[in-house]
């Protein structure tokens, strides 16, 4: 059974990508399709168990999809669906407020 959305907007978004490897995971997929391991390595310290359970969850959430190819060894594909892409606003707004306060942050 599916847990219900919380009343506030704000905090479905956040429910959906509040993961700080959520948010790197879409910004990678927003340049495209992905594999497992092109994941790993861009977006930086992160554990195969911790990626994969990620990776998951957001499959499960509607943001991303999965495309399992039957080779040996087998080949994993993940990218963005409609919903993920929809957040694109999102994550850009969060790279202009960042540049900003690293300009800011370089005086204080």
Do not use: H
């Amino acid at each position: 059974m599916e847990k219900p959305l919380p009343a506030c907007p704000v905090e479905t978004t956040l429910m959906l990508i509040s993961d700080r490897w959520k948010v790197l995971i879409l910004r990678d997929l927003m340049q495209g399709t992905r594999r497992f391991g092109e994941l790993k390595k861009s977006v930086g310290n992160i554990s195969q168990k911790v990626l994969t359970a990620n990776l998951r969850s957001m499959e499960d959430s509607g943001l991303l999809s999965r495309k399992v190819y039957p080779e040996v060894p087998p080949r994993v594909e993940y990218t963005l669906t409609e919903t993920g892409y929809s957040l694109k606003p999102i994550l850009d707004a969060m790279v202009a407020w960042g540049s900003e306060y690293q300009k800011k942050a370089a005086y204080l």
